[in-house]
């Protein structure tokens, strides 16, 4: 979704008639009295934009955040570090047959595993598409070829899940096996020694987890506009404060947009290891400021092109619509739920 991104400290998102102005005071850092001199840093229409993500110290007013709400336009907060700390957003769907049907899928595991496994086998499928094309660029490199051989294995057991405990032992063995292959995919100053989080450790890890933040929020926000609760899943157990639904659809976008973003930002040297820094407050490394901006110009660029891989030209950010659009079809028993599929080299 288009989105602006405010990551300059200090920096307040205003109301002006009717627009959205950033403006930062010299000298403050937004949160106490205004000084004399107040730079304009942005202005934007409100049709242009359906969220506003605050990183850091930026601010909104809350004058701005009622006209905000009131044009339908959802607001983000995020640490530093790329951490989602909560979402604002508009009336939702006053229809509720779409969360009764969802309600009802979820609760009975004899419809929800079946659309739990379309999930995964697309996962599994885009993982071994987006090693695959790694393979043709390096034939020699014999990971790649056991890698994509082994996710295969995994995933012909995967229509014969009994539950969606032994669908997700699956869906992590093959993440495993992924990563163990996508590791050739990086090189030089911004290798990639393996998936690790929490914190994430060097820089390649540091963009995944953003990556995967920032898609998750889209997903949540998408479901939520169009009248779904993103909290319960049908493949991704409850849990309090945990988007499950929006986990659940993210499962078949993580490695054709988050991935393919970091391999080609790394790869192009857009970002490179002078962009981080250690992160005082959970340790491992994020984005500098330099960084962020340089981030957020890639991802908006990478999201309003065609999504690479397909059968079809479409740009990433309406290929996540769909797929959300997809889903409601499903559970209104419309149409069977058609999964996204990259294209095997």
């Known amino acids: 979704m288009p ?53 850091g110290r930026a601010h909104v007013t809350s004058n701005a955040t009622r006209f905000c709400l009131e044009r339908g336009i959802a607001v983000a907060w995020f640490r530093r570090n790329g951490d989602f700390i909560g979402r604002l957003v508009p009336e939702l769907s006053r229809t509720a047959d779409l ?32 090693l695959s094309a790694l393979r043709s660029n390096r034939p020699d490199t014999a990971s790649l070829g056991n890698a994509v051989a082994e996710i295969d294995a995994i995933a012909a057991r995967v229509e014969d899940a009994s539950d969606r405990e032994v669908l997700l ?58 009248g779904f609760d993103p909290y319960l899943g049908f493949m991704h157990a409850v849990r309090s404060g945990r988007p499950s639904l929006a986990l659940d659809l993210m ?26 820094e250690d992160d005082p407050e959970r340790g491992g490394v994020r984005l500098t400021r330099e960084g962020l901006k340089k981030f957020f110009a890639a991802w908006e660029t990478f999201m309003d092109a065609p999504l690479a891989g397909l059968r079809e030209d479409i740009f990433a950010e309406a290929a996540i619509r769909r797929q ?11 149409d069977s739920y058609r999964p996204l599929l990259l294209r095997r080299n």
């Open 3 to 55: 989105t602006l991104y405010v990551t300059e400290p200090g920096a307040v998102v205003r109301r002006r008639s009717g627009s959205l102005v950033v403006t930062l005071d010299e000298g403050g850092d937004g949160a106490g009295p205004a000084s004399r001199k107040r730079r304009e840093l942005l202005e934007v229409e409100p049709h242009r934009v359906e969220l506003v993500a605050l990183v």
């Open 99 to 130: 969360r009764l049907s969802q309600f009802r899928i979820a609760d009975d595991e004899r419809l929800a595993l079946p659309l739990a496994r379309r999930f995964v086998a697309a996962k599994l499928n885009n993982a071994a598409a987006i």
């Open 169 to 226: 032992g699956l869906e992590g063995d093959a993440a495993r096996r992924y990563f163990s292959g996508l590791r050739a995919g990086f090189g030089g100053d911004m290798a990639f020694a393996g998936r690790a989080r929490r914190p994430p450790p060097d820089p390649v890890n540091a963009l995944l987890s953003f990556g995967y933040v920032l898609l998750a929020n889209a997903l949540a926000s998408l479901l939520e506009a169009r």
């Open 251 to 276: 499962e078949e976008l993580r490695h054709p947009v988050v991935d393919r973003f970091v391999s080609r930002v790394c790869n192009l040297r857009r970002i490179r290891p002078g962009h981080f």
């Open 324 to 334: 959300v659009d997809r889903l409601a079809s499903h559970v209104r028993r419309r």
